[in-house]
Nanobody, 124 residues
Framework: VQLQASGGGLVEAGASLSLSCTYS????????IGWFRQPPGKEREFVSA????????FYADSVKGRFTISRHNVKNTVYLQMDNMKHEDTAVYYC??????????????????WGNGTLVTVSS
């Protein structure tokens, strides 16, 4: 099982950015995929998750209404569209997958497989 996050960069506050998580592995299309982030000097925190069908999504309160998660199983990719970004969104963003967790699982331990991180910096 492999996951690779990409799309990070430097943006100004109020701008938008889209992250991608490409995954590969047997039956990974049936896994819940989640996004986490780790701000500088802080613990890794949950951002959003999506069910294998894309029919269920869950968001942290801090990003609700600004971020949108989606997935395209044919392309084996999960997207995180980030709009109206804030300085406090600055972090390394990680995608993760698990076959048994719920979409509402927000703990790092809820996810078995992790990809690399991609750095997002929002200037104020």
């Amino acid at each position: 099982v492999q996951l690779q996050a990409s799309g990070g960069g430097l943006v100004e506050a109020g701008a938008s950015l889209s992250l991608s998580c490409t995954y590969s592995g047997p039956t990974l299309t049936t896994y819940v995929i989640g996004w986490f982030r780790q701000p500088p000097g802080k613990e890794r925190e949950f951002v959003s998750a999506i069910s294998w069908s894309g029919g269920s999504t869950f968001y942290a309160d801090s990003v609700k209404g600004r971020f949108t998660i989606s997935r395209h199983n044919v392309k084996n990719t999960v997207y995180l569209q980030m709009d109206n970004m804030k300085h406090e969104d600055t972090a390394v963003y990680y995608c993760a997958a698990d076959p048994g967790t719920r979409v509402s699982g927000t703990a790092v331990r809820d996810y078995r497989y992790w990809g690399n991180g991609t750095l997002v910096t929002v200037s104020s």
